[in-house]
């Protein structure tokens, strides 16, 4: 299995909800990230995991908040989304070295209204 | 702060056509990948080239790592509607759990017309 499979594919939300994407991958990665792609525009980096534990935030407004509850699941929690925070989520995994290839999800394509 | 500087950024050409799409930086990166993206969907790699000076090949297209390890080129030959996409090249500076990241470079939308 060398899919991340990410869900919902895609998601439409108030500005006052609250929900959460999910990510599951199953090739015993033990790095997971979390990235935010605008239309034709590079991922940007948003979190990191190494070992279950968060290892890099990139100063992500606390309206996310991301959760690793086991090596092999990684949530993200929405809450008081602004429409700027529309984007594709990309989830994403590596083994954790130095070079790190990363195996992405499809991403969740997120609206926020 | 090391950046990708990545060229061209749009792209357009008829299918047969030859391309070169470059990766630069003033750092030195232990290894540079690229990835091709397609819409609504998330990247998949294409390639690592780790060593400098390296030259790797992947039917049609031919990458390139150059000597330093500061910059990478990605050649496209014969291409067709399917090389259609969003070509990102990143470089890797370190190891996640010590504090490093992938850097992306800005990406290149490459448009192949039947």
């Known amino acids: 299995d060398t899919e991340v499979t990410q869900t919902p594919k895609h998601l439409v939300m108030g500005m006052t909800n609250k929900k959460s994407l999910k990510c599951e991958q199953h090739?015993?990665?033990?790095?997971m990230y979390w990235y935010k792609q605008k239309a034709k525009k590079p991922p940007e980096l948003m979190f990191v995991y190494s070992y279950e534990k968060l290892s890099i935030n990139e100063s992500v407004p606390s309206r996310f908040s991301p959760e690793c509850p086991n090596s092999s699941l990684l949530n993200l929690h929405l809450h008081a989304l602004q429409p700027e925070d529309s984007a594709l989520y990309l989830c994403?995994?590596?083994?954790?070295?130095?070079?790190?290839?990363?195996?992405f999800g499809s991403g969740t394509q997120l609206s926020v209204l | 702060t090391q950046l990708l500087e990545q060229s061209p950024q749009f792209l357009s050409i008829q299918e047969g056509e030859n391309l070169t799409v470059y990766c630069n930086s003033s750092s030195v990166f232990s290894s540079l990948q690229w990835y091709r993206q397609e819409p609504g969907e998330g990247p998949v790699l294409l390639v690592t080239v780790v060593t400098g000076g390296e030259v790797k090949k992947l039917k049609r297209l031919t990458f390139q790592f150059g000597d330093a390890r500061k910059d990478s080129s990605l050649h496209i030959t014969a291409a067709q509607p399917g090389d259609t996409g969003l070509y990102l090249c990143a470089g890797a500076a370190g190891p996640y759990n010590q504090g490093g990241k992938l850097i992306f470079g800005q990406g290149t939308e490459l448009s192949v017309k039947p």
């Open positions: 994403a995994s590596s083994h954790g070295g130095r070079n790190e290839k990363l195996f």
């Open positions: 090739m015993g990665h033990r790095a």
